[in-house]
Nanobody, 127 residues
Framework: HVQLVESGGGSAQTGGSLRLSCVYS????????MGWLRQIPGKEREGVGT???????TYADSARGRFTISHDGAKNTLYLQMDDLRPEDTVMYYC??????????????????????WGQGTQVTVS
């Protein structure tokens, strides 16, 4: 039984930082892609960045240079370090796993079925 649990969301000021965590269980990150996605209310989820099984990290243009994805295998945790936050980063962020389109996802709308596993999401608010 695969579980993805996000945490670390909350409020931050413009220019500030937050680190999101996604703790996973029942899953081997080394076998499949993992990623972070965001969802503006009323719109489809959009890829923020992904970590492929070969270690390649791919970012959306909106995230590149400000956000960093990392992984700690010992803690079964995927991270999203978010720096230089902007008000437009105020959305719900989701952790997801297992897609065959790992390098194509960042920066494009992503239907729920694109990833096999999803977390419940964590809200980020930037003011």
């Amino acid at each position: 039984h695969v579980q993805l649990v996000e945490s670390g969301g909350g409020s931050a000021q413009t220019g500030g930082s937050l680190r999101l965590s996604c703790v996973y269980s029942g899953y081997s990150a080394g076998r499949h892609c993992m990623g972070w996605l965001r969802q503006i209310p009323g719109k489809e989820r959009e890829g923020v960045g992904t970590l492929d099984r070969d270690g390649t990290v791919t970012y959306a243009d909106s995230a590149r240079g400000r956000f960093t994805i990392s992984h700690d295998g010992a803690k079964n945790t995927l991270y999203l370090q978010m720096d230089d936050l902007r008000p437009e980063d105020t959305v719900m962020y989701y952790c997801a796993a297992d897609t065959p389109w790992c390098k194509e996802v960042p920066g494009v709308p992503v239907a729920r079925g694109v990833f096999r596993y999803w977390g419940q999401g964590t809200q980020v608010t930037v003011s």
